[in-house]
């Protein structure tokens, strides 16, 4: 009875915090150049690992932003990759694992032009 309780109330307060939006976006404090493409299928694997849990497995959102679909430019979201922003934390990826979660974010990405 009581893990059912606590499952419950640790639910509930994760749905109010995020309908709260204390996990909005802020604006990018650096500046991206030219973004680098890594390999979108090992981008998956570790967007799987990094950023699902927040973003949704598909992108659609959850504790973080909807990414699919989202008018973000690649030059942003390696932006606020690297400065983080609202309960992500910066440069959860970096290097080789950041190049191949943008290359698979262009998947993502690829919805808002339907």
């Keep these: 009875m009581i893990p059912a309780c606590l499952f419950v109330v640790v ?13 909005e976006p802020s604006v990018p404090k650096v500046t991206a150049g030219n973004v680098k493409l890594g390999d979108p299928y090992r981008g998956q694997v570790v967007y799987s690992e990094n950023c699902a849990a927040c973003h949704g497995a598909t992108g659609e959102g959850g504790i973080g932003p909807k990414l699919d679909g989202n008018q973000v430019s690649l030059a ?3 932006a606020q990759i690297a400065s983080g922003g609202g309960t992500m934390p910066p440069a ?16 993502l990405l690829a919805s808002r032009e339907k």
């Design 11 to 23: 639910s509930v307060t994760a749905f109010a915090l995020s309908k709260l939006a204390l996990a």
């Design 76 to 78: 942003a979201a390696k």
């Design 92 to 107: 959860l990826v970096s290097g080789r694992q950041e190049a191949d979660v943008l290359a698979y974010l262009t998947t």
